[in-house]
């Protein structure tokens, strides 16, 4: 097993965050809906849609738990691999079925730690409102019994965007549910709440 505190180093995340949560509160201007619904301890993994590089902002502004989020590699040879590697991000390489970056994110959990993760598996730049979901995230909470948090991300990073929406669910569990059963159950709680911001936005 890998052991988190040997290999995941995260004291910038400490650092950065006052500094640059504010900044970008304020530039961005998120609204931020049911964040309560994420767990104040215990092991949980934060799933939800991905368009945009910055969509893991809005999920980090919105709790004081320090989130691990599982990156694709490439963000760790450019030259920002000096930030992701200190804020404790897991670098993912997405050729391969990646039992190095899973086993990290295993041990996080059995820490009682918190993992971020988009379970598209990438962006979505196409014209369909969600990607078919990869079946880590589940898997991971049914072999850690992690509470799965959903959330739906809608709008525009604008400066002082009138749109821009991060709507948290409520937590749960795979339990005795399948894997493809906990997919299906977690890609349509993400689907409603970004609905659920549509519509807000809509009637409003």
């Not at 400490?14 to 931020?32: C, D, E, Q, R, T």
């Not at 799933?47 to 502004?61: F, T």
């Not at 730049?125 to 990607?131: E, G, I, Q």
């Amino acid at each position: 097993m890998v052991k988190e505190k040997k290999v995941l180093k995260d004291w910038l995340y400490h650092v950065a965050k006052p500094i640059l949560g504010p900044i970008f509160k304020f530039y961005y201007n998120p609204k931020i809906i049911g964040k309560e619904n994420i767990p104040k301890n215990g092991a949980i993994i934060i799933c939800g849609n991905h368009k945009h590089v910055y969509d893991q902002c809005p999920v980090l502004i919105s709790t004081k738990r320090v989130v691990h989020y599982m990156a694709k590699k490439e963000y760790f040879d450019g030259s920002f691999a000096w930030f992701f590697k200190r804020v404790g991000c897991i670098p993912v390489n997405r050729s391969i079925k990646d039992e190095f970056a899973k086993e990290l994110a295993l041990s996080v959990l059995r820490e009682k730690g918190a993992i971020g993760i988009f379970p598209e598996g990438t962006r979505n730049k196409t014209d369909n409102f969600l990607l078919p979901f990869k079946y880590g995230a589940v898997s991971m909470a049914k072999k850690t019994d992690s509470f799965l948090v959903p959330f739906g991300l809608t709008g525009d990073y604008k400066f002082r965007s009138k749109n821009l929406t991060i709507r948290f669910g409520k937590p749960f569990k795979v339990g005795n549910l399948s894997l493809d059963d906990a997919n299906e159950k977690l890609y349509k709680e993400i689907e409603n709440l970004m609905k659920q911001n549509l519509k807000e936005k809509k009637d409003s």
